[in-house]
T-cell receptor
Framework: GAVVSQHPSRVICKSGTSVKIECRSL??????MFWYRQFPKQSLMLMAT?????????EQGVEKDKFLINHASLTLSTLTVTSAHPEDSSFYIC?????????????FGDGTRLSIL | LAKTTQPISMDSYEGQEVNITCSHN???????ITWYQQFPSQGPRFIIQ???TKVTNEVASLFIPADRKSSTLSLPRVSLSDTAVYYC??????????????FGKGTHLIIQP
């Protein structure tokens, strides 16, 4: 089945550091990938849609200059949290759907736990 | 976007059948119903998807009545490892590949020995 890999699984860094998270589709090409954020004991919140070869689309309230998204190939999207602060600490998850019939389900990475000290 | 409503939590015991019902009163004609499972500190995992009537796979069954305003995820003979959060989502035709998903609060299922 379709596999989405996310790296790193956990990051701990100092305030002010920029952190890059990678999302790869291992056995399929994904023109679109999605980035979510999940706070403890809460549901997933869609942050942005990553489009291969074009600019990402951000959800309302998500700062595009804070969360930089690059989707340079059909198998890789990256999310960079710039100048991270403690309030950016969260669980970040990416997803993609394999090409095919219109109702292909989303396949999720295993998430990245970001902790800003 | 069709809003979904499901119980916040449920408890059951090993070996029992568990049914989790989700309401989606304003589901549109082109919408599909998808269920995901999430363990702590992991991404959601696809369980099952359906449009109407009944769908069954190796891990679950999905029952959708004729009016499609609700759906029931059925987990046969649960084990401790089925303790997780289960999300019911409504996805429009073609939106699975073009739009991100709007997650509700999910149902926290706790299985006891």
């Amino acid at each position: 089945g379709a596999v989405v890999s996310q790296h790193p699984s956990r990051v701990i860094c100092k305030s002010g550091t920029s952190v890059k998270i990678e999302c790869r589709s291992l056995d399929f090409q994904a023109t679109t990938m999605f980035w979510y954020r999940q706070f403890p004991k809460q549901s997933l919140m869609l942050m942005a849609t990553s489009n291969e070869g074009s600019k990402a689309t951000y959800e309302q309230g998500v700062e595009k200059d804070k969360f930089l998204i690059n989707h340079a190939s059909l198998t890789l999207s990256t999310l960079t949290v710039t100048s991270a602060h403690p309030e950016d600490s969260s669980f970040y998850i990416c997803s993609a759907s394999a090409p095919g019939d219109s109702n292909q389900p989303q396949h999720f990475g295993d998430g990245t736990r970001l902790s800003i000290l | 976007l069709a809003k979904t409503t499901q119980p916040i939590s449920m408890d059951s015991y090993e070996g029992q059948e568990v049914n989790i019902t989700c309401s989606h009163n304003n589901i549109a004609t082109n919408d599909y119903i998808t269920w995901y499972q999430q363990f702590p500190s992991q991404g959601p995992r696809f369980i099952i998807q359906g449009y109407k009537t009944k769908v069954t796979n190796e891990v679950a069954s999905l029952f959708i009545p004729a009016d499609r305003k609700s759906s029931t995820l059925s987990l046969p003979r649960v084990s401790l490892s089925d303790t997780a959060v289960y999300y019911c989502l409504v996805e429009s035709n073609g939106r699975g590949g073009a739009d991100g998903l709007t997650f509700g609060k999910g149902t926290h299922l706790i299985i006891q020995p």
